[in-house]
Each structure stands twice: as C-alpha cells, then as structure tokens.
C-alpha cells in the first residue's frame, strides 16, 4: 500500500522556524515529483513548494509568498523536506505533502498528485 507520512509541524512565534517532512513508503521505484501545499480555512488550497528531481538536475518551485525563506529538499528517492524559516502570520495553514512516480510533467500546471500526506497544522501567532 502506498502511503506518504508527515511529521513535522505545529505551533510557533513569528520569525521561528519549523521542518516537515514527508516519506513515501509501498512503491520501490524513485518519486520524482514532491510538492507541500497549504490550505487555509476558506480559501483554495495553494502550492507552496515543489521539486522535480531528474538524472539532469533538481528543478523547484516556490510560491511568491515564501520564495527566498522556505526550502524543499530530498534526503533521499522516497523523503522530501520543507525547511521554514522566518515564518510569518501568513505562512498559519495545514500543509499536505504530495507525491508522485516519474517526473513532474503535467503536474507543474494541475494538483493531480495521486498520492497526499495526512496534512500538518502549522499555526504561527504573535
């Protein structure tokens, strides 16, 4: 069976930092494709961050709200990370990891990732 599972998150002041991370198990394959998305209570859900990792290099995507603070990396073909420094107000949202086999391709455009993470509350207050 196929999962992915997140850990990570939860409360913190603004300007703090929190880590996500996400593993995928059940496929032996590589992912190559690995997003975070946010949704907020009354507003449709957004992609935050996303990687594309290939034999020709990683190609990542950051939403303009947190391009330059928050990172996403891989540890390894099955474990993608969100590193979230300097966290504002804003950033407040459940995060859900996604996941899928092979490279991005049209999922640069949709949110048809077949496979989702249990979703993480990050809540930032002053």
């Known amino acids: 069976q196929v999962r992915l599972v997140q850990s990570g998150g939860g409360p913190v002041q603004v300007g703090g930092f929190l880590r996500l991370s996400c593993e995928a198990s059940?496929?032996?394959?590589?992912?190559?494709?690995m997003a975070w998305y946010r949704q907020v209570t009354g507003k449709e859900r957004e992609r935050v961050a996303m990687i594309d990792t290939s034999d020709d290099g990683d190609v990542r995507y950051y939403h303009d709200s947190v391009k330059g603070r928050f990172a996403i990396s891989k540890d390894s073909d099955k474990k993608v990370n969100l590193q979230m420094p300097n966290l504002k107000s804003e950033d407040t949202g459940m995060y859900y990891c996604a996941a899928d086999f092979g490279n991005c391709g049209s999922l640069w455009s949709t949110a048809k990732f077949r496979y989702w993470g249990q979703g993480a509350q990050v809540t930032v207050s002053s």
């Open positions: 059940g496929y032996t394959g590589s992912w190559h494709c």
